[in-house]
C-alpha cells in the first residue's frame, strides 16, 4: 500500500529565513511524487512534481524538492520565505500505472514578519 | 477555460437528508476524483472515474455514490447525510500526459 508521511504538522518561519518541510513515502514501485499548496479557503495548486531523472527538481515560487530514493523522502525547500508563502502543503504520492494518489496529512506554514 | 468547477460552495444539511455535489471539467481529461479533506487527515479519495463510463471505489467510499454522466461531469451524492460527512468535498481532473491533478476551488459541507 501506498502512504505519506508529513513529520511536522506546523512550522513557524520567519521572512526572509529559509524552509524545508519533510516528506516520507511508501510506495512498491517507482513513484511519482508531488507537492501541492493551498491558501486558505482555495483548492490545490501543484507546486512541483517528481518522475524521473535529476533527483533535485525546480517548482513554481521559488520552490525545490529532492528525490531521495534510499531515505524514501521528497523534502521541500525555499532558500528565503515570503508572507505570501504562509499555506497548507501537502507532499503526494502515485505511479505511472496508478492515476490514484496518495496525500500526507499536510503542513501548516505560518510566516511572521 | 474554467477548469475544473464545483457547486455549490456551501452547503449545509441535517441529519438524513439528501444532496449531490457537481463537479464539471472543460480540459478534456479522462480521469476525474472526488477527494474530502480533513483537518489533520490531508485529502482521502472517496471515488475516481478513469473514464467516461466507469467508476471504482477510492480509500472512504461508504456513504457515497457516484455518476460519471459524461466525460465533462461527476457528481457525488449523499443518499444520506451523517454528521461525519462534514468535510470540505474536492473534485479533481488528472492530466496524463503530465500525470498532474487538477483541483477544484472545493465545497464546504456542514451536516448537522
Known amino acids: 500500500a501506498q502512504s505519506v508521511t508529513q513529520p511536522d504538522i506546523h512550522i513557524t518561519v520567519s521572512e526572509g529565513a529559509s524552509l524545508e518541510l519533510r516528506c516520507n513515502y511508501s510506495?512498491?514501485?517507482?513513484?511519482?511524487l508531488f507537492w501541492y499548496v493551498q491558501s486558505p479557503g482555495q483548492g490545490l495548486q501543484l507546486l512541483l512534481k517528481?518522475?524521473?531523472?535529476?533527483?533535485l527538481v525546480q517548482g513554481i515560487k521559488g520552490f525545490e524538492a529532492e528525490f531521495k530514493r534510499s531515505q524514501s523522502s521528497f523534502n521541500l525547500r525555499k532558500p528565503s520565505v515570503h508572507w505570501s508563502d504562509a499555506a497548507e502543503y501537502f507532499c503526494?504520492?502515485?505511479?505511472?500505472?496508478?492515476?490514484?494518489?496518495?496525500f500526507g496529512a499536510g503542513t501548516t506554514v505560518t510566516v511572521r514578519a | 477555460n474554467a477548469g475544473v468547477t464545483q457547486t455549490p460552495k456551501f452547503q449545509v444539511l441535517k441529519t438524513g437528508q439528501s444532496m449531490t455535489l457537481q463537479c464539471a471539467q472543460d480540459?478534456?481529461?479522462?480521469?476525474m476524483y472526488w477527494y474530502r479533506q480533513d483537518p489533520g487527515m490531508g485529502l482521502r479519495l472517496i471515488y475516481y472515474?478513469?473514464?467516461?463510463?466507469?467508476?471504482d471505489k477510492g480509500e472512504v467510499p461508504n456513504g457515497y455514490n457516484v455518476s460519471r454522466l459524461n466525460k465533462r461531469e461527476f457528481s457525488l451524492r449523499l443518499e444520506s447525510a451523517a454528521p461525519s460527512q462534514t468535510s470540505v468535498y474536492f473534485c479533481?481532473?488528472?492530466?496524463?500526459?503530465?500525470?498532474?491533478?487538477?483541483f477544484g476551488p472545493g465545497t464546504r459541507l456542514t451536516v448537522l
Open positions: 510506495y512498491g514501485a517507482t513513484p511519482y
Open positions: 472515474s478513469a473514464s467516461e463510463g466507469t467508476t
Open positions: 479533481a481532473t488528472l492530466d496524463p500526459g503530465g500525470n498532474e491533478q487538477f
Open positions: 480540459m478534456n481529461h479522462n480521469s
Open positions: 503526494a504520492v502515485g505511479g505511472s500505472n496508478d492515476y490514484k494518489l496518495s
Open positions: 517528481y518522475f524521473s531523472g535529476d533527483t
